[in-house]
């Protein structure tokens, strides 16, 4: 198991991202683009992650990422 960090600097943001067989680097880069929050992993962090089909509108930060960690073995933390 690994953990995933999250800076938060602004709360309530809402975001849209529709992708498939997405790897999550990928959609990660969309959540920062749309919301300005940064994750903070290594490349041997996602190295173990199956790539996701994702499909959101006005979705929380935090509802995107526990979407987009579903079924991986990955955990996160919002600071």
Known sequence: MSMLKV????F???L???KKNAPLNEVF????KQTGYNKLY???VLSHTKSIDIDLRD???EEAIGKCLANQP???KIV
């Open 7 to 10: 800076q938060a600097f602004t």
């Open 12 to 14: 309530a943001q809402k």
């Open 16 to 18: 849209t991202l529709h």
């Open 29 to 32: 880069s969309e959540i920062r």
């Open 42 to 44: 290594t490349a041997s």
């Open 59 to 61: 979705a929380t930060v």
């Open 74 to 76: 990955l955990t996160y």
